[in-house]
């Protein structure tokens, strides 16, 4: 299962533990077992998996915004990308799972009740309305979202879920322009910016992606 995981990250420049590995292998095979019951993921075969669910998860990594034991909120993480794939490959972070479906919800609650995590929550709910409530507005050094929603929406939802110097990492196509333009009312009225935007080609032929960076200055 995930034939050649170690070797698609490496091409990267990410490096797992064998201990990394071999939990997300364990994961996998979870999420398998569960897609059977419920919609988690049209994705099922180890080879797509691997490159289009743990590399694409794990290349966040890349954007330098995870220093050590930051705390992180996944937004809209559904079956758990790419929340689950990155407390496996860094332990010391800790992690909120969340999204607006119970039943995937009830799932990832057995994820982490199956790898012991006691600094790992699922949570059911939405961004915007979670960052009303106080304990979460401003609450995270890093917020991440995968293929949620268009990025002025997310900025929105995520931006008061950050505390300032904080970090939204939205994982988009490489078309981003139109995007980017887009969201530019909704920065300056939150007091954020586009810190970086880092374009990656995955391996495998499996397309290209951007990670835009968003850095909250208020």
Not at 115 to 132: C, I, P, Q, S
Request: hydrophobic share 50%.
């Amino acid at each position: 299962m995930l034939i050649g995981l170690e070797e698609h990250c490496r091409e990267l420049g990410l490096e797992l533990s064998p201990g990394a590995a071999d939990g997300m292998r364990e994961y996998w095979r979870m999420v398998l077992a569960a897609n059977e019951r419920m919609n988690l993921t049209r994705i099922t075969s180890d080879e797509e998996a691997t490159v289009k669910h743990f590399v694409d998860s794990l290349t966040v990594l890349l954007t330098g915004v995870f220093t050590p034991g930051v705390r992180v909120v996944d937004v809209g993480t559904g079956a758990g990308f790419p929340g689950v794939p990155l407390k496996l490959a860094r332990p010391d972070l800790r992690l909120v799972l969340l999204d607006a479906t119970l039943k995937r919800v009830r799932f990832l609650q057995e994820v982490v009740a199956h790898f012991g995590w006691a600094d790992v929550e699922a949570v059911h709910g939405r961004a915007e309305e979670l960052a009303r409530r106080p304990g979460w507005a401003g609450a995270f050094d890093v917020v991440t979202a995968r293929a949620v929603a268009q990025l002025d929406k997310l900025v929105t939802w995520c931006v008061p879920l950050l505390r300032p110097g904080g970090h939204l990492v939205a994982m988009k196509g490489p078309d981003v322009d139109a995007e980017l333009k887009a969201a530019g009312k909704a920065l300056k009225r939150l007091g954020a910016r586009v810190a970086a935007v880092e374009r990656l080609v995955l391996p495998k032929g499996a397309g290209r992606r951007s990670l835009v960076v968003v850095e909250r200055e208020a």
